[in-house]
């Protein structure tokens, strides 16, 4: 019969060990039970960060989580161990269930340590280490945004989490202020020369640094928490949070009198083993040589050392590398190695540039030959090929390696490294792990290396070795576009530019190969159309287009289309109204309002479109290019014509941006908004480009989404009057239409950018890259070209024609299309799928 | 052997009326619809008119083009791809669309019904 492991905790460290044995234990000779406090499947504590960015705890879930269809994993959620008793070998839980162990693992982790400061149990106070206590953050952050101004907040802590947490509290749109009580920010893993860089570059993020003092009391005065620092400052605060170390759950091992550590932590031996044979601990809860890590790379190794010894191996603890990199809101940190320099003898090498915001420092032997360790701050590119060095001769002058020659290390390259070189620290995969799964395992892109190999699938900053790697060993990274075309969107944009190509046949000829598909017939199309090419439907462009295009309407799920006139701004009158009404009842149209502030009519035949968009444009309609990637609505509020709060006429704007950008094809679809104040009745953040009102002039917010991956749009000019803006606004779409991927909205874009938002800044505001004459003279071709679709394909005969059901019988509607009715309009009857034919 | 039944060729459209790298559909006597293709070459294809996947009978307006070197059309629906030759489903080979005997004769499409 097979003996059962109970784990205790279900974190990253404790999922990785259930993976780890399931996946050596072929025999089945183990069955395992897992108790976990928390109610969701093991996450990635690691990008705890980014929940923020989606709010959707599914994007963080570990890969097999829930472990289904494996019937010897039983996964109990939200059921913690609250007792052990090692004599009977059972676990008792929350729920009252008592579990008996042949072998019992905890992997309890760690609790924030909240330092005694007087009111940090008041409510608004909060810690940060799951995402429950993210939720909770965010719902005190938001209700701190109904008021106006914005919110400001404290992070307890200047260290790793506590910066991370400022980042998270920034994102939701709250002024942070980070108390430190060391004199610099991250002790642990910069110098002073380092912290004093961090210091001014995460100050230049909007963050406010307190160094050197410590919060003393939180006192709650009318709604408001006000916190007093020990060198006399007062901060006026929405929220708190308390990032100031952390402290390992060893209570439970405690009470069952299991030996831990003087300041805290399960002891075990190299082994992982407890005071108790039958207990194993790992991850942030153990302590192992007197210390407990505090990061995951160690918990994983410490993970796969127990399903070894469960299995009947003898692994130990190879030690850990307690290297960190991270990237806050857009700042490079690394520090690797013996970052302090703490060996006897060893000699530091430090380049500052105070003008690139760069602090480099390498720590090495006293004969100058053997790397040691090191700091990076400001730009940490050279980290990953750097670390995997360290207790390695040089292949140089130490100097000369950190001399900024290019962005690289002086030419360090993955190359120089040899084959038991850690790439991945997180999941300790070597150098000739990944060639050897490229090689002989047929790994040729990242993916595929982080499927077979682990490598880059935690914290992510070794993915660019990866991609070194790849190309060192030969394979040749893909950006085509599909198999058409080994280029880009981009690069195909700026061929299609400068070459002055009109034609999608050209390009492929001259350029590509094969008759094109489904994936770049569209794209060039639009890139033809963001150019100005004409009417979209103009001889071959026809057969580029998705259907929706092709047919001006978007496909429904019956084969029928959908009609979209625009409606800039949401603002109609009730002729129109009336025409809308009296168009949908003639053709028996289903009607309904939009989230985009318009309306659609469901349901028309292909060779209804033509006759139903006449009586449209007759009475002063045009396109919606709801079936377009083009510029969808411009939502607006009702701003200051009618709003007692409304500071600014947001309908008013939102109608003259609608009607500048109507018709431009972008790389996917764009959406915009204007409200009329901070209140935001359009959901301007939502959206691709939004505005907001202030009293002075207007905010301009881009990059927002409301799809699949929520996120809100980032601030990008502030209080400019409507030149400056339509100004800033024809750059930046110019420039996304310029150099997005295919079907790449704003957001997935900038976050993509390299230099993220400050570089799009610096490019479509401060003209860094001298592009914004040209990109402003491209927008202005649009404008003026711009010409309605629909009215362009009712004064032409030949493309009139195209618009039939059926080819040999004109005329004939469709006879598989049939309706019902619900709630008083017409639906269409869903239609079979035809049984395969078998083959 | 069986014998075969008799083809009739039966006059759908003037070559003209599908454009190059398009399709249109066709509907027969007894409401059977048709896809009908000409590609770049002006060769012309027919299959089923009917999405397997959708159900919908929108076959006829999907994107042409070749994918490794086959002529296929792609769904306008959920973009599978349609060997136009054998009407095999290139993404799932499981999956197939009926294909119709066509010719062109004096630029104009006849297709073969038995
Ligand atoms: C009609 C409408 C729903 C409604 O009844 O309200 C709608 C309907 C469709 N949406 Fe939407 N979306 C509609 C507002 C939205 C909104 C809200 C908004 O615009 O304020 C969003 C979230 C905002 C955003 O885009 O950031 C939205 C996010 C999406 C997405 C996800 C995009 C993303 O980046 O994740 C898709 C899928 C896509 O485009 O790839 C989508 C795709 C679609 C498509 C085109 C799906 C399709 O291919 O058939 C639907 C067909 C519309 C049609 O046939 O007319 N729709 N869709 C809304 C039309 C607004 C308009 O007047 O044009
Ligand atoms: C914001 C943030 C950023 C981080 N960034 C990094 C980074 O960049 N690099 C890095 O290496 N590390 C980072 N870490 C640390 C890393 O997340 C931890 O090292 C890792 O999660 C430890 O894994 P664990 O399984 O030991 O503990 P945890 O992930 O904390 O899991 C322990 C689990 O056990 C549960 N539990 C506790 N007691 C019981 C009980 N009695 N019964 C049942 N369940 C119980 C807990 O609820 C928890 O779910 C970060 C941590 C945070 C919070
Ligand atoms: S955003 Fe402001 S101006 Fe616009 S409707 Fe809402 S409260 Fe009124
Ligand atoms: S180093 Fe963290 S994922 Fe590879």
Known sequence: MARTLVVVGNGMVGHRLVQALRDRDAAGAWRVVVFAEEARPAYDRVALTSYVDTWNPLALQLDGAEFDGDDRVELNLGDAVVGIDRQARTVTTASGRVQAYDTLALATGSAPFVPPVKGSDLPGCHVYRTIDDLDAIRDTAERARTGLGRGAAMVVGGGLLGLEAAKALRDMGLSPHVVEFAPRLMPLQVDEGGGALLK????????????????????????????????????????????????????????????????????????????DPHVYAIGECANLDGKVYGLVAPGYAMAEIVADRILGGAATFPGADMSTKLKLMGVDVASFGDAHATEEGALEVVFNDAVKGTYRKLVVSNDAKTLLGGILVGDANDYATLRPMVGRPLPGDPGALLAPAGGSGGGVGVGALPDEAQICSCNAVSKGDISEAIVVGGCDDVTKLKACTKAGTSCGSCVPMLKQLLTVCGVEQSKALCEHFDQSRAELFEIVRVTGITTFSDLIGKHGSGRGCDICKPAVASILASLGNGHILAGEQASLQDTNDRFLANIQRNGTYSVVPRIPGGEITPEKLMVIAQVAQDYGLYTKITGGQRIDLFGATVDQLPGIWKRLVDAGFESGHAYGKALRTVKSCVGSTWCRYGVQDSVGLAVELELRYRGLRSPHKLKSAVSGCARECAEARGKDFGVIATENGWNLYVGGNGGMMPRHADLLVSEVDKETLLKVIDRFLMFYIR????????????????????????????????????????????????????????????????????????????????????????????????????? | MTALAETVWVELCPLESIAREQGVAALLPDGTQVAVFRTHDDAVYALGNQDPFSGAWVLSRGILGDIAGVPVVASPMHKQHFDLRTGVCVDDETVSVPTYPVRVVDATILLGQT
């Not at chain 1, 620092?229 to 170390?245: P, Y």
């Not at chain 1, 997935?748 to 003279?777: F, K």
């Not at chain 1, 493309?799 to 049939?818: M, Q, W, Y």
């Not at chain 1, 639906?827 to 034919?837: C, D, K, R, W, Y």
Request: charged share 30%; proline share 4%.
């Open chain 1, 200 to 275: 001014r570059l995460i100050e230049e993020l909007d963050v406010t640094v307190h160094a050197g003092t410590t919060a003393t009391v939180i006192e709650e005065d009318r709604g408001r928490l006000i916190a007093k620092l020990t060198n006399g400052v007062e901060l006026d605060l929405d929220l708190v949070v308390f990032s100031a170390g952390i402290r390992p759950r060893d209570q439970l091992a405690r009470a069952a009198g299991l030996t831990v550590g003087e300041r805290g932590g399960i002891v075990v031996d190299s082994g992982c083993r407890t005071s």
């Open chain 1, 739 to 839: 150099t997005a991927d295919r079907l790449q909205r704003t957001s997935t874009w900038l976050d993509a950018m390299e230099g993220g938002l400050d570089h799009l800044r610096d490019v479509v505001v401060e003209d860094s890259l001298g592009l914004c004459a040209e990109l402003e003279a491209q927008m202005a071709e649009h404008v003026k070209g711009y010409a309605d679709e629909w009215a362009g394909v009712l004064a032409d005969p030949e493309k009139l024609a195209r618009f039939t059901s059926f080819v040999n019988a004109p005329g004939t509607p469709d006879p598989t299309i049939t309706f019902r009715e619900e709630r008083g309009q017409r639906v269409p009857v869903l239609l079979g799928t035809p049984e395969v034919i078998a083959r």
